[in-house]
């Protein structure tokens, strides 16, 4: 036996935050939500890169990412490729 069924995580810090933290982030911001429409709203109007960004990702849904890990000479020395998506290929 290697003691796997001991292993519970970092006490805590570990897991998820509870919902009633989420929630209590949630009813602070809520006052904010109309400032925040009418900053995007005025951002995108003014076409801010910042704005556009935000808009895109989530009404399209952000793209995907892949990272390509080789390593020639065992885990020691492993190269790390970033391959960029089409939207990368066109912004630079």
């Known amino acids: 036996m290697d003691g796997r069924k001991n292993n519970r995580g970092h006490v805590g810090k570990a897991g998820r935050k509870p919902k009633a933290d989420e929630q209590e982030i949630i009813d602070r911001l809520s006052p904010l939500e109309d400032q925040f429409i009418s900053a995007m709203q005025r951002g995108l109007e003014q076409t801010q890169g910042w704005?556009?960004?935000?808009f895109a990702e989530y009404y399209w849904g952000k793209p995907k990412e892949r990272l390509e890990v080789t390593s020639e000479e065992g885990v020691k020395n492993i190269t790390f490729t970033v391959v960029k998506t089409t939207k990368d290929e066109v912004q630079d």
């Open 51 to 54: 704005a556009v960004k935000i």
